[in-house]
């Protein structure tokens, strides 16, 4: 069963950082690109990045480019999400998404996790 | 970017009815070498997280029920449920992926009346 866990939200002050973690299992994790995707309080949903399965190219939406960084550690079946220089309208859960399609960034999501909740506030 | 817009913000139908949702791309999300639409539906209930219902804008998901289709191609795209049930009571959301950023819609809000 594919499970993806993620963790590392909180609270934080603006201008500050914080680390996501999402822990994959119950798939061959450095097989699929994987994508965060985040939604503020009662909105939408909005596309952060997405890494292909060997990392080597990332992607991110206009409004983070700069200040996030995805990396992942295939070794540790794990995708991270480092958000630097955070602003209030960062508040979001913070999804992360499994590509469907086998060693493709161009694919849609089939898996998410349950999310973790990011607040940027004084 | 390529913009999503749905239509309508939402909608409220009688148990049994039909329910149309429309998704209109900026630009075409038709890939010529392979013919394929790079367009996704997805489901959101309450404290849930999205899933999955349809790829390369037809294409159901595993576990899907038929009273879902997908249909569409080039820039406009729709999501029917022939028999609206209460569990579809959700917000629904088109994606395109043919483009970095892969956007989403707004979102649907449906209801039953």
């Known amino acids: 069963e594919v499970q993806l866990l993620e963790s590392g939200g909180g609270l934080v002050q603006p201008g500050g950082s914080l680390r996501l973690s999402c822990a994959a299992s119950g798939f061959t994790f450095s097989s699929y690109a994987m994508s965060w995707v985040r939604q503020a309080p009662g909105k939408g949903l909005e596309y952060v990045s997405t890494?292909?399965?060997?990392?080597?190219?990332?992607y991110y939406a206009d409004s983070v480019k700069g200040r996030f960084t995805t990396s992942r550690d295939n070794s540790k079946n794990t995708l991270y999400l480092q958000m630097n220089s955070l602003r209030a309208e960062d508040t979001a859960v913070y999804y992360c998404?499994?590509?469907?399609?086998?060693?493709?960034?161009?694919?849609?999501?089939?898996?998410w996790g349950q999310g973790t909740l990011v607040t940027v506030s004084s | 970017d390529i913009v999503m817009t749905q239509s309508p913000d939402s909608l409220a139908v009688s148990l049994g009815e039909r329910a149309t949702i429309n998704c209109k791309s900026s630009?075409?999300?038709?890939?010529?070498?392979?013919?394929?639409?790079?367009f996704a539906w997805y489901q959101q209930k309450p404290g849930q997280p999205p899933k999955l219902l349809f790829y390369w804008a037809s294409t159901r998901e595993s576990g899907v029920p038929d009273r879902f289709s997908g249909s569409g191609s080039g820039t406009d795209f729709t999501l029917t449920i022939s028999s609206l049930q209460a569990e579809d009571v959700a917000v629904y959301y088109c994606?395109?992926?043919?483009?970095?950023?892969?956007?989403f819609g707004q979102g649907t809000k449906l209801e039953i009346k």
């Open positions: 890494l292909s399965d060997s990392g080597g190219s990332t």
């Open positions: 630009q075409s999300v038709l890939y010529s070498s392979n013919n394929r639409n790079y």
């Open positions: 994606q395109q992926y043919y483009g970095t950023p892969y956007t």
């Open positions: 998404a499994k590509g469907q399609s086998q060693s493709s960034s161009w694919s849609p999501f089939d898996y």
